[in-house]
């Protein structure tokens, strides 16, 4: 199993990234993918999940209109595309997948004891 997130780095704020979230080894349509972040001496926090069976998406409340969650299951891969970043979202993003638990998920994705597989991450930095 493989989880491996792309397209972290340094921006400026008002800025905008793409981040990718490559899964292997495992049935990609039985999961939903979470993005997590976690900035430095903060707990790690839930950001957005995505449902791979119909695309249902989820977000942290204060991230929405911001930031954006999509899937291409041809290729296994999700996307977490973040616009006007502000040096408080610096952090290092973290993408997860969980079993799709259907309707409990809503309550489920965003606690991180309840993934399954994990990425390694990568760093997002915000400049002011």
């Known amino acids: 199993v493989q989880l491996v997130e792309s397209g972290g780095g340094l921006v400026q704020a008002g800025g905008s990234l793409r981040l990718s979230c490559a899964a292997s080894?495992?049935?990609?349509?039985?999961?939903?993918i979470v993005w997590f972040r976690q900035a430095p001496g903060k707990e790690r926090e839930g950001v957005s999940c995505i449902r791979s069976k119909d695309s249902t998406t989820y977000y942290q409340d204060s991230l929405k209109g911001r930031f954006s969650i999509s899937s291409d299951n041809a290729k296994n891969t999700v996307y977490l595309q973040m616009n006007s970043l502000k040096p408080e979202d610096t952090a290092t993003y973290s993408c997860?997948?969980?079993?799709?638990?259907?309707?409990?998920?809503?309550?489920?994705?965003?606690?991180?004891?309840?993934?399954?597989?994990w990425g390694k991450g990568t760093l997002v930095t915000v400049s002011s």
């Open positions: 997860a997948a969980v079993r799709d638990v259907g309707y409990g998920l809503i309550r489920l994705w965003p606690l991180d004891y309840m993934m399954d597989y």
């Open positions: 080894g495992f049935a990609f349509d039985e999961y939903a």
